[in-house]
């Protein structure tokens, strides 16, 4: 097949070559008018290679002038492309000024400068600056930024830039105008302006040096009281990164804006963060106990970028992991200490072993360091974030916590205002440490997930243990070949009953080693990859009773989870392999869950967690070819049997669990996590409607009601349609309580669905234009609903192909994340993968297709 996309470039991370020129100092002007904003940029530029032309980057601009030293151009003097201005070779140091007008409110990409709900907003990262004026717009060239905006006061009382305000006045016409001057050197992806009416939150913070901060939220009017958790999360995030690695805040101010039209969850540009409202705005009645955990995940995450992404930063966009995979890893630290450590660790497994394996399985499979790319914007996957974070961990696994954070520091010292990359920061751990990371290294660059592979002899005669590891990494679409990589196996030797255990870390750097242990007991279970010491699949032939005596005397909770739903996914196993024998569930694993829900709850969030089965995707995961309805049919089986099996501990349990007036406190927590895991297998038995209709009338706040709403939802309830009509009837004009109704609405696991979509999508709040909004219903129903998205018929795929096809021409890139459950169709039966397939040609053979979308369909085509 030929078509334009034969023309789209690939950039290599080979090919970085250092500019020709740099821009150290740059003033902005703004004249903000929706559909023509005016921006003057006065840059003073400096040649740092002779013979060359200066070539900016520009897309969607409308040209006003250009001056060189001020020298004003004619059209002669320059070159103008779609994407670039290109000005014959300057003077050693010169200054340039560029006037360009753009019309913020057509842009409904939500990239560079846009306008949404009456509020000017930027998202420049990773290349929407140069939707704003002609620049140098790449990570590695770093300017001091001064940024005036001029506006209407009354329409926008708050204009707002990176750094401090410096001056602020307003004429007899009521024009406003607001100067800030950022002192640190940044490159272009970290500006930021937003301009709008908002209300205010203020507090202060003082640092461990005495200085006192400015916090500053600015939220939708009226919604101050529902922004006051945020801000109580980033004080503690403030105050853990002085703590943890002794790294305070820099400015006078520290600046949050909360939007609701965003691409992201949130923007760390420096001194001025924008976060999309979902992850700002929170109560008891419209946010669940998960969305006050994300919050304050992510206000931490945003926060620690401060200095681990914009102190010190990218050299190339190739490196984004340098920033995001680190940042990752010191929230997921920072949750870890002030909610549960072990749900933390927990979440953060389910997100590898499910969206991460199932990329490195896929045609994007890449590295976290990834070698070429069509679009940016693609970059920004769970391999980078999510399993560069888990290298980080491994890192400090093999160096310990307190050799990893003098690592940091001389990292942090060592390149301070400069743009850099994911070697300079394993060459400072290495430096610091005095440990040889050469083949930690290869984390870097080797695709895929390895797989390893654990067995252990005992000799009676001798009290020899003998561990024997194994690694393999297949070939991935991206890389034919692959090296053993340095994998970090912690273990723990499970005795006899009340024997205490034994931990050990064990380095794994061939592809097979064996390892050798003296006059040791003989070990009842074997705790492999202790904590998922590492992201890579496991082979272990452990029996029943070894998983569960791991589930009962394991130490750590997250090894108690794992041999749980390893023991699941055995269970699944046998029942593909022989598809016509009923699932049973042996007596002892019902015995243990008894125990697990009568004894007095210690750890209720963990028992919830070791009540819950795995998903479709966990278990789907493990399938080179995926058997969608027998997965489905078996999930469906156990759940049924456990609520049978269980029904007295489970209502004695939830009985037990006593309600108290909504708090977000780890207790409270755990309760309610417990307590709504047993209602959701209590809604599978007969006569369990009043007690869902009790379970709402006495809720408090929304954890619970929706805990309800889903329970009555996927035991397929009559009641539901009643339910859910009550709920978006009581939020129909509160737009991230209305977001769950879209995501319960699109979840319904029967042929319901369809029309319930369509009925939502005639919702006053739903806007195309919102990525919220599109994403509550469309990723909700590929990512969550396998019943209905995996249909037979292909009606489920063909639904969100013409959301992708849609949001394609308005917002490349919620299109090309939307597209993802698409890409791995080579996985399913003949009759599903013809259906997907299909899908994916149609999306790209449209006429205007982005090369945001088209990167990814035609890499998963092939």
């Known amino acids: 097949m030929t078509s334009a996309t034969d023309t789209r470039l690939v950039k290599y991370r080979t090919d970085y070559k250092s500019p020709d020129y740099t821009i150290s100092h740059v003033d902005l002007r703004f004249v903000l008018n929706p559909t023509a904003t005016q921006v003057t940029s006065v840059m003073k530029v400096a040649k740092l290679r002779p013979g060359q032309p200066l070539i900016l980057d520009g897309l969607k601009l409308e040209l006003v002038s250009v001056a060189v030293d001020d020298r004003e151009l004619i059209a002669s003097d320059y070159q103008q492309t779609e994407t670039s201005l290109i000005l014959p070779e300057l003077a050693d140091h010169a200054q340039l000024t560029i006037v360009t007008e753009i019309s913020p409110q057509d842009n409904t990409a939500l990239e560079g400068l846009y306008l949404a709900d009456n509020t000017f907003c930027t998202q420049c990262e990773a290349e929407g600056f140069r939707r704003i004026t002609y620049f140098l717009d790449r990570p590695d060239v770093l300017a001091i930024y001064s940024t005036t905006i001029i506006a209407d006061a009354a329409a926008y009382p708050h204009l707002l830039s990176n750094g401090n305000k410096v001056a602020d006045s307003t004429d007899g016409k009521g024009i406003r105008t607001v100067t800030w001057q950022d002192p640190f050197p940044k490159p272009s992806y970290l500006f930021a302006l937003v301009a709008g009416d908002f209300d205010l939150l203020q507090d202060n913070f003082t640092t461990q040096s005495g200085r006192k901060v400015s916090l500053e939220l600015y939220v939708d009017k009226g919604a101050v009281n529902r922004a006051v958790f945020a801000l109580q999360a980033l004080k503690r995030a403030m105050r853990w990164d002085e703590q943890r690695f002794n790294l305070e805040y820099d400015l006078d101010v520290y600046m949050v804006v909360a939007v609701d039209f965003f691409n992201m969850g949130a923007m760390e540009n420096k001194g001025l963060n924008v976060f999309n409202s979902k992850y700002i705005l929170a109560d008891a009645a419209t946010a669940t106990d998960k969305d006050f955990y994300n919050i304050e995940s992510i206000i931490g995450h945003e926060y620690f970028h401060n200095w681990t992404g914009n102190r010190v930063t990218c050299r190339d966009w190739f490196q984004l992991s340098l920033k995001e995979g680190l940042t990752v890893f010191r929230d997921q630290e920072f949750s870890a200490e002030m909610a549960s450590a072990t749900l933390t660790r927990i979440e953060a497994i389910k997100v590898i072993r499910t969206a991460q394996f199932a990329e490195d399985a896929s045609p994007m499979s890449h590295p976290i360091r990834p070698d070429h790319v069509a679009e940016m914007n693609n970059f920004y996957t769970v391999t980078v974030y999510d399993k560069g974070a888990e290298v980080i961990r491994m890192l400090q696994t093999l160096v310990g916590k307190d050799a990893f954070a003098a690592g940091l520091g001389l990292y942090l010292q060592r390149h301070d205002g400069q743009a850099v990359t994911c070697d300079d920061f394993i060459q400072a751990m290495q430096d610091a440490t005095a440990v040889d990371l050469q083949q930690f290294r290869l984390w870097y660059s080797q695709s895929g997930t390895a797989e390893l592979t654990a067995s252990?002899?005992?000799?009676?005669?001798?009290?020899?243990?003998?561990?024997?590891?194994?690694?393999?990494?297949?070939?991935?679409?991206?890389?034919?070949?692959?090296?053993?990589?340095?994998?970090?196996?912690?273990?723990?030797?499970?005795?006899?009953?009340?024997?205490?255990?034994?931990?050990?870390?064990?380095?794994?750097?061939?592809?097979?080693?064996?390892?050798?242990?003296?006059?040791?007991?003989?070990?009842?279970?074997?705790?492999?990859?202790?904590?998922?010491?590492?992201?890579?699949?496991?082979?272990?032939?452990?029996?029943?009773?070894?998983?569960?005596?791991?589930?009962?005397?394991?130490?750590?909770?997250?090894?108690?989870?794992?041999?749980?739903?390893?023991?699941?996914?055995?269970?699944?196993?046998?029942?593909?392999?022989?598809?016509?024998?009923?699932?049973?569930?042996?007596?002892?694993?019902?015995?243990?869950?008894?125990?697990?829900?009568?004894?007095?709850?210690?750890?209720?969030?963990?028992?919830?967690?070791?009540?819950?089965?795995?998903?479709?995707?966990?278990?789907?995961?493990?399938?080179?070819?995926?058997?969608v309805t027998q997965i489905l049919v078996i999930l469906r089986q156990l759940k049924l049997q456990l609520a049978q099996a269980l029904a007295k501990p489970l209502l004695q349990c939830y009985n037990a669990l006593i309600l108290k007036p909504y708090q977000y406190e780890q207790s409270s927590v755990a309760a309610r996590s417990l307590r709504n895991r047993c209602l959701y297998y209590l809604a599978e038995l007969e006569h369990s409607t009043s007690l869902i209709q009790q379970h709402i009338a006495q809720a408090d706040n929304m954890t619970d009601t929706l805990a309800a709403l889903v329970a009555s939802q996927q035991a397929e309830l009559t009641e539901f349609s009643t339910l859910i009509s009550h709920f978006a009837q009581q939020w129909q004009s509160e737009a991230h309580a209305m977001d769950k109704c879209f995501s319960l609405v699109a979840t319904d696991p029967t042929e319901q669905v369809f029309s319930g979509i369509e009925n939502m999508l005639q919702h006053p709040l739903f806007s195309w234009k919102n990525p919220n909004r599109v994403r509550a219903i469309f990723s909700a129903f590929s990512m969550r609903n396998p019943e209905q998205f995996h249909r037979h018929d292909g009606k489920g795929y063909q639904l969100l192909t013409k959301a992708v096809e849609k949001m394609d021409l308005l917002n490349p890139q919620i299109s090309a994340r939307l597209v993802t459950p698409l890409l791995s169709w080579r996985r399913y039966d003949s009759v599903r993968q013809q259906a997907m397939k299909s899908c994916l040609d149609h999306l790209l053979n449209l006429p205007s297709l982005s090369n945001d979308l088209y990167e990814k369909v035609s890499k998963s085509i092939g």
């Open 456 to 627: 252990h002899q005992y000799d009676l005669v001798t009290k020899q243990l003998t561990l024997c590891l194994t690694q393999h990494t297949a070939p991935t679409a991206d890389q034919a070949q692959k090296q053993p990589l340095a994998i970090p196996v912690a273990i723990e030797l499970l005795f006899a009953k009340g024997q205490q255990s034994k931990e050990h870390l064990l380095v794994l750097t061939e592809k097979q080693q064996d390892f050798v242990f003296n006059n040791v007991a003989m070990p009842q279970a074997i705790v492999w990859l202790a904590h998922f010491s590492a992201p890579v699949k496991l082979l272990v032939n452990y029996s029943d009773t070894e998983l569960l005596h791991i589930v009962e005397y394991a130490e750590d909770g997250v090894a108690r989870w794992d041999a749980m739903q390893q023991f699941w996914a055995k269970l699944v196993a046998c029942h593909l392999d022989s598809p016509n024998i009923e699932v049973v569930i042996p007596p002892a694993v019902i015995e243990l869950l008894t125990n697990l829900l009568t004894k007095e709850q210690t750890d209720a969030a963990l028992t919830a967690e070791l009540l819950t089965l795995p998903d479709f995707d966990t278990v789907a995961e493990q399938y080179q070819n995926i058997a």
